[in-house]
């Protein structure tokens, strides 16, 4: 009773950005199989001969001016003015039938850049610069498409030279981060000694074969005599066609319509987007708690939350897949497929043939990104003001009712609907967001219910991973044969909170699942402990953690790819090659402190405290706000044998909100060696008031009452060990005392 705890790990994989539009997968399994290493890219000139309508349709979309070389017709920008914003000054010229740039380069000082691509189209162009290391850069002052004029995406912020966000760092990096969704078979080609790329494509924009795979066996198999003949295969050799359901199609618009990491980088011929990449939950960073879009999401992490998903609905219901307009405009689309009462005063209360009475205002409100480009949330929900009532979440009704309460917004709603609402599962995770006492059981109930969204019941075991409960475990090791690939997987990622010893023989069957995402994250669970790895699953332990690896270093360009390379060193030992990647990932984003924290652990394990503290002193500066930064710091000062600066350090990481069990325990040990009995004891019950159960807790007051010769108090608390954790070797001595 006289340590405290020692400096924890924390491992962090990152969920990495991607780019928004169009490319490839689909699938198929046709009869007879050509040899897809022979299938080649013919382009969209090609695919014309027999495909104009769709050639034509395709002109007019976003995904033929996704990209495009500049000229006096595809350049939409003033050429002959100049901008200036947050004390940076750029001017736009021509030259020689050229396009110029002058702004602040990455050295903080004025340069001319040459524009080498236009980018996107519209609400909003971008331009691309080349840099040193075949790096494209997209520029930080855009065209406003829609006011002629142009504007900062990131309006009264600086952002110093050195920034991630600069327009010359890795967040507008065009290979890294956009590139794939914008032009058609791309390959990145990154040289990692290097940090270089030698990026290729082979169409400059989304054209067919984005969609629709390499077309050269197509075009083999429509010359052939089987198909002359009548021998017709299904699909004709290519990806995403009309008789798609709406997994194929969703599995076809996924890997760039989603905010999620990329795990291959080839087109995806199963029926499950998890072989090719992993998609964000919808859990509190990029989303409200009850799942509404926050951050932009691509459209993928929305619709699968919906019931027009789940009653397959696909893309191509509402938007023409080649021009990629909405089919009709206005209610009309809506009433494709519901009654014509739904657009009637009775049903949404507002007068018709205005704005208030557009299905869309009510079902699909609406967020701006990148300045002035309007996306709307596609999971298409009722609102319920009653949520956001008790949990502060966004709803249509005060988002258009600006002066007015959600309490005045749900009365409306229950004077008109009545006070009952559908079970929908934000019922479920709203409460289990909290991660709070009541949380576990809303959690399980969620996943446990297989006919809520895959989406939503993987961010339920998410959370069961934060509040790890023995009823927890229970679900999550029984869901690692869940039917849907992504409960599966965030299962596995939940387990890593677990004991070994709990999870080893559920999990080996995962290193075998037919699904890469999944593979992976078993590999890396049994990553953290490969001396559990039972003997008959080694060898596809082997296999799959060859895949991760895989995948890890396919995102070393990446700030946060570099953090997870250290994580996995970290974990094989390897604190030289652990080091390495953390400062790699700090070159590339020096805001990126999970990286920071990551690598005080290194040095913490190295006998290195003084460097460890000058790192998380430097978070403590970029997230004055983050509790867990003065929570670390706190071990490390103890360790120094600096109680001052560790029990300032504690203090002020509680008042920032830091509500663990460990802050309490650590804290209240640190307070009793300083001979501070009193406020031991206050902070010690202060912790047991929000985690009663809470075994490190009651097991310091059951010894801190009996050194102050209070029995009785002592007895309360061993009597909860004893009901809650009898079986534990640590509380024998404890147990003894009646």
């Not at 850049?113 to 996107?120: D, L, M, N, S």
């Not at 009309?332 to 949404?348: D, F, G, I, K, M």
């Not at 339920?460 to 690692?480: D, H, M, R, T, V």
């Amino acid at each position: 009773m006289n340590k405290l705890a020692p400096v924890v790990i924390f491992f962090c994989l990152l969920s990495l950005p991607i780019c928004m539009l169009l490319e490839s997968c689909g699938m198929f399994e046709p009869k007879q199989k050509m040899d897809e290493s022979e299938n080649t890219y013919v382009g969209p000139e090609k695919c014309a001969s027999c495909h104009n309508q769709q050639q034509l349709d395709w002109k007019q979309s976003d995904h033929f001016k996704a990209m495009e070389l500049p000229t006096d017709s595809t350049v939409l920008g003033d050429f002959n003015t100049g901008f200036k914003a947050d004390g940076i000054e750029t001017n736009f010229y021509k030259k020689n039938g050229k396009f110029y740039t002058n702004t602040e380069g990455e050295d903080g000082k004025n340069h001319d850049f040459e524009v080498k691509y236009t980018f996107g189209y519209y609400p909003l162009q971008q331009y691309l610069i080349e840099l040193p290391g075949g790096r494209l850069q997209a520029t930080r002052v855009s065209w406003d498409s829609k006011q002629n004029k142009w504007f900062n995406q990131y309006p009264n912020q600086k952002i110093h030279f050195n920034d991630w966000l600069h327009w010359t760092g890795n967040g507008q990096n065009w290979n890294t981060m956009c590139a794939s969704c914008h032009s058609t078979n791309l390959k990145k080609n990154y040289d990692f000694v290097g940090d270089s790329y030698a990026t290729t494509f082979d169409h400059i924009n989304v054209s067919c074969e984005s969609c629709h795979g390499p077309g050269s066996n197509h075009i083999k198999y429509i010359e052939s005599e089987e198909y002359k003949t009548g021998n017709k295969t299904p699909h004709s050799y290519l990806l995403a066609t009309t008789d798609t359901n709406n997994i194929s199609q969703i599995n076809s618009c996924a890997p760039c319509h989603s905010r999620s990491s990329s795990i291959s980088s080839e087109p995806n011929r199963t029926n499950d987007f998890m072989n090719q990449l992993i998609p964000d939950l919808i859990s509190n960073e990029n989303y409200f708690a009850d799942g509404q879009f926050k951050n932009e999401d691509y459209e993928l992490g929305s619709f699968t939350q919906s019931k027009m998903f789940h009653n397959n609905v696909r893309c191509s219901n509402c938007h023409n897949p080649h021009t990629g307009k909405l089919v009709k405009a206005g209610n009309a689309l809506c009433l494709n497929c519901h009654a014509p009462t739904y657009n009637t005063e009775a049903h949404h209360f507002h007068k018709v043939e205005t704005e208030a009475s557009q299905c869309i205002n009510c079902h699909m409100t609406a967020r701006t990104y990148m300045g002035n480009d309007v996306r709307r949330d596609h999971s298409f929900r009722v609102p319920r003001p009653d949520q956001s009532v008790n949990y502060a979440t966004p709803n249509a009704c005060t988002g258009c009712h600006k002066t007015e309460s959600n309490t005045w917004a749900a009365n409306k709603i229950n004077g008109w609907y009545g006070p009952k609402r559908k079970p929908h599962f934000s019922d479920e995770l709203l409460p289990g967001s909290l991660l709070n006492q009541e949380s576990d059981a809303h959690l399980i109930k969620l996943l446990s219910d297989t006919s809520y969204p895959a989406i939503a019941r993987a961010t339920a075991a998410f959370y069961l991973g934060e509040i790890p409960s023995e009823n927890g475990l229970k679900i999550l090791l029984k869901s690692l044969s869940d039917s849907k690939s992504q409960v599966r997987y965030q299962c596995l990622k939940a387990l890593e909170n677990f004991a070994t010893v709990e999870w080893k023989d559920a999990a080996k069957a995962c290193l075998s699942d037919p699904v890469k995402a999944v593979r992976i994250a078993a590999a890396d669970l049994f990553h953290l402990a490969p001396n559990a790895i039972p003997e008959d699953a080694k060898s596809a332990y082997e296999k799959a953690n060859l895949e991760n690896l895989s995948f890890l270093k396919s995102q070393a360009d990446f700030s946060t790819g570099n953090t997870m390379l250290g994580d996995y060193y970290l974990q094989n030992g390897d604190a030289q090659n652990a080091v390495l990647f953390y400062q790699r990932s700090l070159k590339k984003d020096s805001l990126l402190n999970y990286s920071r924290f990551n690598l005080a652990t290194v040095y913490n394990s190295q006998g290195k405290n003084k460097e460890a503290i000058k790192l998380l002193q430097e978070v403590a500066i970029i997230d004055p706000k983050n509790s867990r930064t003065y929570y670390n710091l706190a071990l490390l000062y103890y360790e120094e044998k600096n109680s001052l600066e560790a029990q300032k350090c504690f203090a002020k990481s509680m008042q920032l909100g830091n509500k663990q069990p460990e802050l309490f325990y650590n804290y209240g040990l640190l307070l009793q060696q300083m001979d501070n009995k009193n406020d031991a004891e206050k902070t010690y019950l202060k912790g047991l008031s929000i985690h009663p159960n809470a075994g490190n807790l009651n097991y310091a007051l059951a010894y801190f009452y009996l050194q102050q010769g209070s029995l009785e108090k002592a007895k309360k608390h061993i009597a909860s060990l004893r009901q809650n954790d009898p079986n534990n070797p640590k509380y024998v001595d404890l147990f003894s005392i009646r």
